[in-house]
C-alpha cells in the first residue's frame, strides 16, 4: 500500500512549537522505518513557506513551495499562516499515492502509526479522522534527547481529544474537495476539512486509538487578537459548506450541528 502524508513544518524562534515540530519529524520518521516492515511505501511530503523553510532530513519529500498565505486575504494580527487547500494540492501534485494523510505540525505519532492506518483502510475505510491523546509537558522534564521523549510521551496514556487534527483519506476525494482561503492554525479548519471528506466520501469514520499524540492544549486561537482571522476563516467555511451544497443538493446525514453551522462560539474551544 502506498501512502503520502504532507506536514506544515516551518521555522521558528518559539521553543514551544521548535520541539513540538522536531518530534512530529522524528516520530513520522521512526513510522516510516516501522511501516517498511509491513511492506508499506510511505512518501513524507514536507510542505513549506520558502520564507519559513525548516530543515528535513533525506526521509523527506520537499513538495513546491508555497506561494501565498492567509496575508494575502486580509491585513491580519497573525503569522503568514498557510491555506489548507493549496498544502492538500501540493501534497496531491507531489505524490501519486492512493492513501493520503495530513496533520498538523504538532502531531507525534507512535511507532505503528503507518500500520495501524493501513489496517483501516484494508478494512474499508475510506475516509476517516484520527484523535489523538493530549501529554502533559511536564514529562518531558528530565528527557535528555528527543528519543527519550518520544519514549516517554508514547507511554503515556494521555487525555482524550475531541477536536480533530490528523485526516485519512482517498486521493480521488480530495480532487472533489472545494476550498476557499482557509488557513490552518485556526477554528474551524479541521470542520472545513471534514465536510469535504464527507461530501466527497460519504462517510467519515473516528478512529480513536493512542496512536498519536500531542504535548500540551495550549489553544493560542482563543487570544483577542486573532478573532477577526477567525471570523474569517469561520466565513469561508460556510463558503465551501454552501458550495458542496450547490453542488450536491445535499450533505450526508453525518454532518452535525456544529460542524453544518458553521457559526463561532466565543464561550468555549472550537476545531
Request: net charge negative.
Amino acid at each position: 500500500m502506498h501512502i503520502a502524508h504532507a506536514v506544515n513544518f516551518f521555522n521558528t524562534d518559539d521553543h514551544e512549537h521548535a520541539l513540538a515540530q522536531q518530534l512530529t519529524m522524528e516520530s513520522l520518521q521512526r513510522a516510516r522505518r516501522y511501516a517498511a516492515e509491513d511492506a508499506l511505501d510511505i512518501d513524507l511530503v514536507s510542505v513549506q513557506d520558502p520564507n519559513e523553510r525548516r530543515e528535513v532530513s533525506s526521509d523527506w519529500i520537499l513538495a513546491a513551495g508555497l506561494d501565498r498565505s492567509i496575508l494575502d486575504f486580509g491585513d491580519f494580527d497573525a503569522p503568514p499562516l498557510p491555506l489548507l487547500g493549496d498544502i492538500i494540492g501540493r501534497l496531491l501534485a507531489t505524490s501519486n499515492a492512493q492513501v493520503l494523510v495530513y496533520s498538523n505540525a504538532d502531531i507525534i505519532a507512535t511507532p505503528g502509526f503507518y500500520s495501524v492506518i493501513a489496517a483501516c483502510v484494508r478494512r474499508g475505510w475510506r475516509s476517516f479522522e484520527v484523535r489523538r491523546r493530549t501529554v502533559d509537558q511536564e514529562v518531558l522534564r528530565d528527557c535528555t534527547d528527543i528519543g527519550d521523549a518520544l519514549a516517554v510521551c508514547g507511554a503515556e496514556i494521555g487525555a482524550p481529544h475531541t477536536g480533530a487534527d490528523c485526516f485519512v483519506f482517498h486521493r480521488e476525494d480530495a480532487r472533489k474537495f472545494v476550498w476557499r482561503p482557509v488557513c490552518i492554525g485556526m477554528p474551524p479548519v479541521a470542520r472545513a476539512m471534514l465536510i469535504n471528506m464527507l461530501a466527497a466520501a460519504g462517510e467519515v469514520r473516528t478512529l480513536d486509538a493512542h496512536v498519536t499524540y500531542h504535548v500540551e492544549n495550549s489553544q493560542r486561537w482563543t487570544h483577542r487578537r486573532f478573532r477577526r482571522l477567525t471570523d474569517f476563516n469561520f466565513a469561508q467555511a460556510r463558503a465551501i459548506r454552501d458550495e458542496l451544497l450547490r453542488r450536491y443538493g445535499r450533505l450526508p446525514r453525518q454532518i452535525d450541528r456544529k460542524c453544518y453551522a458553521l457559526e463561532p462560539d466565543w464561550g468555549r474551544s472550537a476545531d
